[in-house]
């Protein structure tokens, strides 16, 4: 294989991300440049520090006038990129290897969505012109074809696979209380959640994602220069990603248990960063829960779990926020919501704070002996994804 | 010898009883049930799905002339509907297609036409979705339906009735009438009507026995259509003092199905009747076609009419005035579907309209939809043409989805895996949520998925395989 990844060599000094919430009074602009600000700020730099810029955005915005026009960047290029519900993370990656490339000092990484100006409920997609046959099945329809499949593959009793869900929402709303940014701040215990209307196969909606405006900055530099800007930088370790050719919606071999584009960056992640065990080497994870299966899932195709054990783990507490491999623990989309081209950099700001020991005390797991976090993005649906997975360190190797 | 090739009809899956249009509106009457279309089906779907029966099996539908198509309730005004169902029957580019409407009469003038053309193979289709305001007697009167006769010479494809003769009648007299796009069926005084038709009905039979020879006794089963039960009904019982059998008109099972009623009834009147029968239909629509037909020794195939009769679900009232917008409710509040692209859907028409897949010959892995690269191994360019319409799938895991934009909800979704490989998550329809599962046998069926910018869009579901006594609630 020929991806040989950039560790080492890139680092990140500052990052900013507003709360995640129904922002009525906040357009696009607004939350572009509040990012943006809070992430130069304590770094002491102005915008027209900035020699490159990629602005992550699936649909609030064409081109990179949608960053230059609120910012009045002048004579820089800003890149818009999209890369379905990996948008955010997309345009770190390619923000990470301008800076590796040598082409430019100091890059940035916006990203930003406005979904709640459509007038309606949950996330639409801007239609492109087609012949009319495609389906137009809901993102929790298409995700809730996983539950039944792994509760037969593996003999779980589809009850007790509608508690483990359930206690992976919970898990996540229980973290999400704890962050001031988080849309959704109640916790929600099993026996609630497994009490509400199933609304897609046996998903309800404390299954899914929230909706939500936000938006997330980060800033990169070569990792021999971090110190220059901060002396707490991250460390990019790996930056891997896969677009999925869509053959799990013609292979009849595909089972709906598990995502291959996402097995598959995790494996090239972990050799980038030189990672054998990440159940164990690994301080925390921050994944695509954008349904609950999904985060089940996840815990395989990361190789947190052996196959068919992932809901014995979330059982047994595993990835609690004090549990051996923390997971969501600044509450996940569940909490947050998902505005498509911020959350990659949502996830990420969590890492920030945590390997830093900057979480706030009721939400901060131990790091002392774990450097390493991890982000994972999906977009698409079972079948047919992009994965994209990062990994970030405390320390340089 | 010229005849009929094969006839067939199409009754879609549902049935409302008519005791529940009383029971809701606290008048009316009518006892048995009405056949209703499907939300996703109308005069075109219900004609592709008569016709695909009809052509199933007989060798060399690439030699099909001409296509016509007749229906009350048109989907276009000023766009001919028979391109439609041409391209999802997959027919020859060569073949003209023609709308014989809109008008109670297209379908007989149609048929009476393909007899006595000299075209090899003619494709005569009905289909028709009968509404009517709440508590009008053309809601429980009225039925929805394909029909489908494949008309031709005996030197094409085997006979299954051979045309013997037949007259027509016409006199302009106002019967009935409706404006185009009005729900509501006005009529003048039965009695008129009925006599009129008493009068026309007569003048054809005589008429058609004289040129071919034959008086009353010679028959033996004659179906008569009619947009009144009692229209027709003078001339009915000469024939039955003859001795001869008039069949059900349908009226108690499925209805009066407009444009598709004769060749419904000429399907069901061929697949009653044995080698040698004399048999007839004389359709009334604003005029009177008799056609008389002899009955060959060659077997006709099923779903027959009276087995789609004995089969079927019930659907409550309220779903049925949904269906039909005659009762608006209100819509998810989700963005509807964008309107389809007319070049897209060009370029894919052997995939939107045929179901037509691609098999890679080098590994055998088959692209629903048809694709240039293959997705095992990589191969370009060498796929080969899999028509997949009449091939029937499992399911292999499905959901049931509440949020997505339907006129139906909640929309029924399956991963459908194909007989002889391949896959497609599609959507299901004539299903309830609660009876699918896992490993049940579908059959692919033609429908309209939605209507944006007036633009009818159509393409194709799954449904299980019918099979008498499946939810038979109805009846």
Known sequence: MGSHGIADRVAIVSMGCTAFREHWDRGVDDLAIDATLEALGPIGLQPGDVDAWWLGTAQSGMSGITLAAPLKLEGVPVTRVENYCATGSEALRQACYAVASGAYDVAAAVGVEKVKDSGYQGLNAFPIPTDGTQRTLTAAAMFSLVAPAYAAKYGVDPAELRRTLARIASKNHANGARNPRAQFRREMDVDAICAMPEVAGMLSVFDCAGVADGAAAVVVVRAEDAHRYTDSPLYVKALSFVAGNGSGLLDPDYDYTHFPECELAARDAYAQAGITDPRRELAMAEVHDCFTPTELVLMEDLGFSERGTAWQDCEAGVFDLHGDLPVNTDGGLKSFGHPVGASGLRMLFECWLQLRGAAPEDRRIDTADRGLALTHNLGGYPGEMVSFVGIWGSERG | ?475
């Open chain 2, 1 to 475: 010898m010229r005849g009929i090739i094969s006839a067939t009809g199409y009754l879609p899956h549902w049935r409302l009883d008519r005791a529940e249009i009383a029971a809701v509106l606290g008048s009316g009457s009518g006892s048995g049930a009405r056949t209703v279309a499907s939300y996703d089906e109308d005069p075109v779907t219900l004609g592709v799905a008569a016709a695909r029966s009809a052509l199933n099996g007989i060798p060399g539908t690439d030699r099909v002339d001409s296509l016509s198509f007749a229906t009350t309730a048109p989907v276009y005004a000023e766009k001919s509907a028979s391109p439609l169902l041409h391209a999802a029957l997959r027919l020859p580019g060569s073949a003209a297609t023609v709308d014989a409407g809109p008008g109670l009469r297209g379908a007989a003038g149609a048929l009476r036409a393909a007899l006595r053309s000299t075209d090899d193979l003619v494709v005569v289709i009905a289909g028709d979705v009968r509404t009517g305001l709440a508590g009008s007697g053309d809601e429980s009167g009225g039925g929805d339906a394909g029909s489908a006769v494949v008309v031709g010479d005996d030197t094409v494809a085997p006979l299954v009735a051979e045309y013997v003769g037949g007259a027509s009648a016409t006199r302009e007299f106002l019967d009935r009438w409706r404006a185009p796009g009005e729900l509501r069926m006005h009529a003048w005084e039965d009695r008129f009507g009925q006599q009129r038709y008493d009068a026309l009905a007569a003048d054809a039979w005589d008429r058609a026995l004289a040129s071919c020879g034959l008086t009353d006794g010679d028959l033996t089963r004659v179906a008569v259509s009619a947009p009144n039960p009692r229209s027709g009904a003078t001339l009915a019982k000469r024939l039955g003092s003859a001795g001869v059998e008039l069949t059900d008109r349908l009226d108690r099972s499925v209805g009066f199905t407009g444009a598709a009623h004769p060749g419904l009834l000429l399907a069901d009147l061929l697949e009653r009747s044995g080698p040698g029968d004399l048999v007839a239909v004389i359709s009334l629509a604003d005029g009177a076609d008799v056609t008389i037909l002899r009955r060959t020794d060659v077997a006709v195939d099923g779903p027959t009419v009276a087995e789609q009769v004995a089969s079927g679900a019930a659907l409550p009232y309220a779903r049925y005035l949904a269906w039909r917008g005659v009762l608006p409710v209100q819509p998810p509040n989700r963005p509807e579907p964008a309107r389809m692209s007319a070049s897209a859907a060009d370029r894919r028409a052997e995939w939107k309209y045929g179901f037509v897949g691609s098999r890679d010959r080098s590994s055998g892995a088959v692209h629903l939809p048809p694709a240039r690269v293959s997705y095992r191994g990589g191969t370009a360019d060498d796929m080969e043409v899999l028509p997949m319409a009449d091939r029937r799938a499992t399911v292999a895991t499905f959901t049931v989805d509440s949020l997505a934009y339907s006129p139906s909800p909640p929309v029924v979704f399956a991963v459908c895996d194909f007989e002889g490989g391949g896959r497609l998550p599609l959507e299901l329809t004539d299903v309830s949520a609660t009876d699918v599962r896992i490993g049940m046998q579908v059959e692919m069926t033609f429908r309209r998925i939605g209507t944006a910018d007036g633009i009818a869009n159509y393409f194709w579901k799954a449904r299980p395989l019918p099979g008498p006594g499946v939810a038979g609630e109805a009846n």
